[in-house]
């Protein structure tokens, strides 16, 4: 094979795996995420795609509620247990390198998300089908397609002057496609 090939099957090969490319979210922004899903202490907060943790870690800092932290990179994971630790929760928090379509997120009452609408789509009914009614999902700047309209939208803008919407849905019992 010559190297256009090789790095258009490297290419497809990662974009098989990656819902969206690391961009973290701003702290502003997660914490706009956090209030919007009302955390209290007694949430288990799962970020799917991760990225370096800001989001179970300021959740375990901010509100005293566990954190699971699901990305495919294993660099995202090793960061995210260091600033974990650094934040002084690693004790409230885990991190797993993990394909987020194939995560269970069965014990997740809050699950945040940061990723493309075509991945929150994809992951629709995973979510529907896997979190018990009540819980919560925010994603930042991406809805869950037209077959689940969100329950709010908040609108903003951070302190770097940038527009951002958040979606919030409540899972209810009723799994879509």
């Known amino acids: 094979m010559n190297i256009p090939v090789l790095a258009l099957l490297a290419t497809l090969l990662l974009a098989a795996q990656i819902l969206a490319p690391y961009v973290p979210s701003p702290h502003d922004v997660v914490d706009r995420m956090l ?3 009302a955390v209290t202490k007694d949430d288990v907060v799962y970020d799917l795609g991760s990225g370096d943790g800001r989001i ?3 959740a375990a800092r901010t509100y005293g509620a566990r954190g699971v932290g699901l990305d495919i990179d294993p660099r995202r994971i090793e960061e995210s247990r260091a600033n974990a630790k650094a934040a002084g929760v690693e004790h409230l928090v885990e991190f797993h390198q993990q394909d987020v379509l194939t995560a269970d997120v069965s014990g997740a009452t809050v699950v945040t998300l940061y990723l493309l609408s075509s991945s929150n789509v994809q992951l629709r009914p995973l979510l529907t089908r896997g979190l018990k009614p009540g819980a919560r999902i925010v994603s930042h700047a991406f809805s869950m397609g037209p077959a689940w309209p969100p329950e709010r939208v908040n609108r903003f803008t951070t302190a770097n ?8 849905w409540k ?3 009723i799994v879509r496609p």
């Open 35 to 37: 209030t919007l899903a």
């Open 161 to 168: 002057g940038d527009e951002i919407t958040l979606y919030l």
């Open 56 to 58: 179970p870690i300021a």
């Open 171 to 173: 899972a209810d019992g």
